[in-house]
């Protein structure tokens, strides 16, 4: 079983995160429909879709049945860490998600589109 620091993972996570964050509030922010908003409204959303992004932004560091994410502090978040983090049966989840996102073979500009449309539709 490989080994980790829970204490690192979890920091590196928890940066990971607030750089998702600012990722998707600048996401907002281009576009037009949504850049009107005020700025609570703009957090409700991100609140509404952090999480279902997630998968989006990452599924091409999922290889060979292993998550590749070196987190900023230099952890690695694999399965092993996944299972720790948020339990064996969400890390299944998300690991199922990931695969069928990859079976989709979304280009770019698709990707980015069901982002976009993700966002618009929320709540």
Not at 5 to 24: C, P
Not at 78 to 95: N, P, S
Request: glycine share 4%; with cysteine; net charge negative.
């Amino acid at each position: 079983i490989e080994q980790f620091d829970s204490t690192g993972i979890l920091d590196g996570m928890e940066l990971e995160m607030k750089q998702h964050f600012i990722e998707m509030l600048s996401m907002i922010n281009e576009l037009p429909a949504l850049s009107q908003i005020d700025h609570q409204k703009k957090l409700l959303l991100i609140k509404d879709i952090f999480f279902i992004t997630c998968p989006f932004k990452y599924y091409k560091l999922f290889i060979n049945d292993e998550f590749w994410l070196i987190l900023p502090n230099d952890f690695h978040l694999g399965r092993v860490a996944h299972d720790y983090t948020i339990g064996k049966e969400k890390a299944l989840e998300f690991f199922n998600l990931i695969k069928k996102i990859i079976r989709l073979n979304l280009s770019k500009s698709e990707q980015g589109l069901f982002i976009s449309l993700m966002l618009v539709c929320s709540g």
